[in-house]
């Protein structure tokens, strides 16, 4: 299944089936870090983590599925792991793993999904009224100076057009992302074949990085 973004069409795909050869790593990770203040710099500690796993579907045909997160997995479970991908593009990003055996769902965070997919590249062209407030600004200052001799005025109705179009375009992006978690949740319900979110019996963990 598919569904629109912007200008472009994300695919949904769901793998499902019994899984084997389960691998979990964990890591610990140092970079270095830079703190504003005297240019200073430390060392900032992360772990990261991997689970990989075979997972045979229904028609015989095998597939190594690889998360960079920690799931609880064992041999023989039955698992749904869940992708998304831009229509015509080869890369695909995992968004959710379910297991049915223990009734988990495990799904990344809608700003994480955004990132990963580059949510803002469907809606580029969409950008015109935020330029056009920034431009506002200099452009109705000099207006003012030269032709009506009131510089602040044209400065004060740029500023006041400037803001007005930063909100305009944070509730956009904001009613965007709304639409996007809405859609997201309407294909992980369909992919799990469930008539309602999150049934009862189910635990969600949400990934945030």
């Not at 795909?13 to 203040?37: D, F, M, P």
């Not at 229904?58 to 998304?84: C, F």
């Not at 015509?88 to 379910?98: K, L, N, R």
Request: aromatic share 12%; proline share 3%; net charge positive.
């Amino acid at each position: 299944m598919a569904f629109q973004v912007g200008s472009k069409i994300l695919e949904r795909y769901v793998l499902t089936g019994k899984i084997y050869g389960v691998e979990q790593n964990s890591q610990v990770v140092y970079r270095e870090e830079h703190i504003a203040l005297n240019n200073g710099k430390y060392l900032a500690r992360s772990t990261e983590n991997k689970t990989s796993w075979w997972i045979k579907r229904d028609d015989g045909t095998e597939k190594r599925l690889i998360v960079n997160e920690d799931i609880p997995l064992r041999d023989g479970h039955e698992v749904s792991a869940i992708y998304v991908g831009w229509r015509d593009a080869e890369s695909m990003w995992p968004i959710a793993v379910f297991n049915a055996t223990t009734k988990q769902l495990f799904r990344y965070s809608t700003q994480v999904i955004a990132k990963r997919v580059s949510f803002g590249d469907a809606f580029r062209g969409g950008c015109l009224v935020p330029i056009l407030g920034f431009l506002a600004v200099p452009v109705l200052s000099i207006i003012g100076a030269t032709m009506f001799k009131m510089g602040w005025t044209g400065f004060g109705v740029g500023l006041g057009i400037c803001s007005a179009t930063f909100v305009f375009a944070v509730r956009r992006t904001s009613r965007r992302m709304g639409q996007f978690e809405k859609d997201l949740q309407v294909q992980i319900q369909t992919a799990l074949g469930w008539e309602r979110p999150d049934p009862p019996g189910v635990s969600v963990k949400i990934w945030t990085e």
